[in-house]
Structure formats: C-alpha cells, structure tokens
C-alpha cells in the first residue's frame, strides 16, 4: 500500500481519555518530556506496545552507543522508514543532546558522515533494516573493523525494534507532529 492512499487514523489518548494501564505509562511520559508526545498518545491505544515502546526506548538509550552513535541508528531507520514524525523528533533530540549539526544534517539529507566509523555504523544500520536482519560478510567485517563489537551489533537489533514500533505506528496514525518538533519538519 503506497503510503499516500492511507486514510486511517488511530485516536490519540490523553490521561483523560486512556485506560487505567495507559494513564500510569502517559503520566511517565509527561514527567519525563513536560508533556505526552503524540506518538506515546497514539500508543496508549495498547498499553503493552506503549510499555514496551517505552523500555526499549529506555533500554537503547543506555545501551553501549554514544549520543552521535544513538542518533546515527535512530535516524537511519527513521528515514529508510521514511517516518515523518520520528525524523523531526529525532532531530530536536539528537539537538538537546548536542550532537553535531553535521551528523544530524548528514542523516536527515542522506549524505555522507563526517567520519568514517559513523558511515560503517550507519552503512550496518541501514543494511539490517533494508535487509530484514540479514547482512553480508563483507559488511560484518567493516563494522568490526571499524572498532564495533558484537555487543554493539545486537545494540543495532534493539534500536531496531524501538523504530519499528514507532516508525510503524506513525505510518498507520498519520501521527501530527508535536509542537515542539514543528521547526524540524521534514519529508523525504
């Protein structure tokens, strides 16, 4: 289905309207942000896709990827998705935690990384996501290569699952961009 022929929308649940579930895991979303994202509204439509959004969310931001390297796997996926939301989301966040204004434009515009591990993390990123997983021999040994471990390949996987939940749910909800990503609006 082409992504333009979409004409369903989903409900965007606040602590009013969620259930009980919900509202416990919508009230740890506005304590963490000041305010409930859209997409955490949109996926308090099931409790344990938002749980579980939320700690893979949690999880990946701890795993064993820097802040240039955590923007480098989101925003891969991100725009190979082609997420409308989670591009500019991730934008605003890869700002407040000051990564360079070079990586984020470079993933954002789909140029080159200004450095060459960056590029080998990215190249890695985007060939498990286009390829569902699988990845050559060839790709395997410039990831590693590059200084990249084993713990950080599965650390790809979990990024991964993170975006698919959000990535997915933005293309089904059509999910409207927070205010505070509007300036970082973008399409592909």
């Not at 649940?13 to 969620?18: E, K, L, M, P, S």
């Amino acid at each position: 289905m082409n992504k333009k022929e979409n004409t369903a929308s989903l409900e965007i649940f606040d602590i009013n309207t969620a259930s009980e579930k919900s509202k416990t895991l919508l009230q740890k979303s506005k304590d963490a942000y000041g305010y409930i994202p859209n997409l955490h509204g949109v996926l308090a439509g099931s409790p344990n896709l938002l749980e579980a959004y939320q700690n893979l969310h949690e999880l990946f931001a701890n795993s064993s990827f820097n802040k240039e390297e955590l923007t480098v796997v989101w925003q891969t996926i991100n725009v190979e998705h082609e997420c409308h939301y989670c591009v500019p989301a991730h934008t605003g966040i890869a700002k407040a935690m000051k990564v360079d204004d070079a990586i984020i434009n470079a993933l954002r515009d789909q140029s080159e990384l200004p450095t060459k591990k960056l590029q080998v993390l990215h190249n890695t990123t985007l060939a498990l996501t286009r390829n569902r997983g699988y990845i050559s021999e060839e790709e395997l040994n410039a990831f590693y290569e590059e200084g990249y471990t084993q713990r950080n390949l599965l650390d790809i996987i979990l990024g991964l699952s993170q975006k698919v939940i959000s990535n997915y749910t933005n293309h089904i909800a059509e999910t409207p961009l927070d205010d505070a990503f509007q300036k970082f609006s973008w399409s592909k």
